[in-house]
């Protein structure tokens, strides 16, 4: 009796061993979190933006300062909205017992500019920098702000910096990547984001882009201080000033990038072919008038449209620069 109560305690004890050991083995799945890494970024450039190709080209330094168990990380980065990306420099160290890896790179980045108020526009650059190995339950980023997030050299040509960020976010992709045992396809990445918001130093472009158009309603304006007796000279002048605004326009068209919405540009030229197309239909009016003897009313007509349609035609452009100047709508 005395050795089956003694083999039952045993017993029991080693049940109570295996439960606190299942139950220790819980908690730490439980509290498990991922490897943290630090990352940063240097940009020493950005330029080359250009709108036509949708891209720019950026030079910059990134690092990571991580747990060496994170094997080959260093070699699944990746830069996530480039087009090319040139790896110039690699340097491997380590530091406080982590392993330290830098990147100079050199990478043309796809951008889907904002056209809505060009050339008044305002542009978001972001640098979007992910790991293709470890997804969110294995690592996390952790931003590096200590320094400068910028060369203080660095300028934009034609463009002026107006803020910087560096962001830690989730990349998401709706898919198992081929494993099926997967009840839910939804994988998660950290993800690194460098934001650069510019701003365009508009005004010598904007004279330099719609000067012709300005001038070609200028020609095609004169047409009212000519006597209606004249027609050649009445519809020749709007005729020259049509084509220079069209020709105007296509210039203009070649640098932007194709776009369904309405831009500035298109209104103020819309409203440019609409000015000069009425003045050539009031011409007619005023010579049908002139022909019946009626050279006073004919002139008065010309005084009155000429004046309604300038100050139409300014009152559209000076309402479209101030939405486009302070970026009201769109």
Known sequence: MLLLARNLRSFLLFVLVLIGVGTCNSLYAQTSTPDTV???????????LDFREQEYTARFWVWMVYNKKLED?????EIANAKEVTVDEVVIDSLEGKKWVQFKLKCIMKENWAIQHF???????QILVENSKYDQ???????????????????????KIRKTAIEIGTSEYKTGFGDTRLEHFNAAYSQLAVVVDVERNAWGLFFK????????????Y?????????????????????FAAVGNKYVIDGYLPFSSQL????????????????????????????DTGKRKQSQKTDRTVGFIILGIYGLI??????????????
Not at 38 to 48: A, P, T
Not at 73 to 77: A, C, D, Q, T, V
């Open 222 to 242: 004169v047409t009212f201080f000519i006597d209606a007796q004249h027609a050649d000279a009445r519809f020749g002048l709007p005729v020259g000033g049509l």
């Open 263 to 290: 831009t500035i540009v298109d209104i103020l030229h819309g409203a440019t072919f609409l000015a000069i197309f009425f003045t050539v239909m009031f011409s007619v009016i005023s010579l049908r008038i002139d």
């Open 119 to 125: 050339p008044f526009d305002r542009q978001r650059l």
């Open 38 to 48: 630090r990352i940063g970024c240097y940009l020493l450039s950005l330029h080359d």
């Open 317 to 330: 452009n000076c309402i479209m620069l101030i939405l486009s100047v302070f970026h009201i709508g769109g």
């Open 73 to 77: 990380l260093e070699n699944s980065l």
């Open 137 to 159: 339950s294995s690592l996390i980023f952790m931003p590096d702000t200590s320094g400068k997030l910028y060369d203080p050299d660095m300028t934009i040509s034609g463009w």
């Open 209 to 220: 882009l719609f000067l012709g158009m300005y001038v070609a309603f200028a020609i095609a």
